[in-house]
């Protein structure tokens, strides 16, 4: 085999699997979302924007991305010295933490559905402790704030452990003496964690952010298990489009809304989070 074609066979699975996977169906929302039978139109976009829903739709994502995504990477670094810093217990603790992975979204929305529902486990607790004569409607329309906890807290739990496996990775990469030199000029546990740790880190928390802020932008089965049609989130209003409405060229045109989205949030964390030219692990 030609040492100049390997490389090619080698990247031609991945490669295929893009423009099958990814590209051709892009291409395919694109047409949906930019023509109609007279040609290229932004009149998808403009029905899109001017839905009464759109906007709602568009800040209860945007917000329950900047809640959740900093939570769960400040959350996954604490978990992430925890399991860092154990030896013998190392493997358990870290099989515990990403327990939650094993569970779907719709799973997890179900679960956290069974403790804020009315007959759920806090009611339970909260009448049987005197503290409530009555259950509480908690997810009712009526108590939007407390729809967005509960979706904030699903979220952490489900999707936290992602971040903390990418951060123990990272970790295992940093050189012990880096640390051991610190220590010796002196300096203690967080300035170690804020000069040495978080530096080190920084591909490792560049990755996570983009994966969990492209997630968060998608999120859809923890809201409807939670919050129905009450919260209405991005990818809740293309399925809704796209299979209630019956209308695929505005659910292509909020897809790309989407993908757009997740798009700049990735380049800005690229920009942002650059290793300096030069460093090095």
């Known amino acids: 085999m030609n040492s100049k074609t390997l490389p090619y066979l080698l990247l031609a699975p991945a490669t295929i699997f893009l423009v099958v996977f990814f590209l051709w169906p892009f291409l395919q929302i694109a047409w949906l979302a930019f023509s109609t039978d007279g040609g290229f139109t932004m009149q998808h976009f403009q029905t899109m924007a001017s839905n009464w829903k759109f906007?709602?739709?568009?800040?209860?994502?945007?917000?329950?991305?900047?809640?959740?995504?900093?939570?769960?990477?400040?959350?996954?670094?604490?978990?992430a010295q925890v399991v860092a810093k154990l030896k013998s217990t190392r493997n358990t603790v870290l099989y515990i933490f990403t327990i939650p992975l094993g569970l779907s979204d719709l799973a997890a929305g179900i679960i956290w559905l069974a403790i804020f529902e009315q007959s759920g486990f806090l009611n339970s607790m909260l009448v049987g402790l005197g503290i409530v004569e009555k259950p509480i409607l908690f997810l009712g329309y009526q108590n939007l704030w407390v729809i967005f906890i509960a979706v904030i807290l699903a979220e952490l739990w489900r999707a936290t452990a992602i971040v903390m496996v990418i951060l123990v990775s990272g970790m295992g990469l940093i050189p012990k003496e880096y640390y051991e030199a610190a220590e010796v000029f002196g300096a203690g546990p967080w300035k170690r964690f804020v000069k040495v740790t978080l530096p080190m880190l920084r591909p490792s928390i560049q990755t996570a952010l983009i994966l969990r802020t492209i997630a968060a932008f998608e999120v859809f089965a923890v809201v409807v298990a939670?919050?129905?049609?009450?919260?209405?989130?991005?990818?809740?209003?293309?399925?809704?489009?796209?299979?209630?409405?019956?209308?695929?060229n505005v659910a292509a045109a909020f897809a790309l809304v989407i993908l757009a989205i997740s798009i700049a949030a990735t380049l800005v964390f690229l920009r942002v989070l650059r290793t300096p030219k030069g460093a090095t692990l």
């Open 55 to 79: 906007w709602p739709t568009f800040w209860n994502t945007v917000i329950l991305a900047a809640v959740v995504v900093p939570l769960q990477l400040v959350m996954a670094l604490a978990m």
């Open 226 to 248: 939670l919050g129905g049609t009450t919260l209405p989130v991005l990818v809740g209003e293309t399925f809704n489009w796209q299979f209630a409405l019956n209308d695929r």
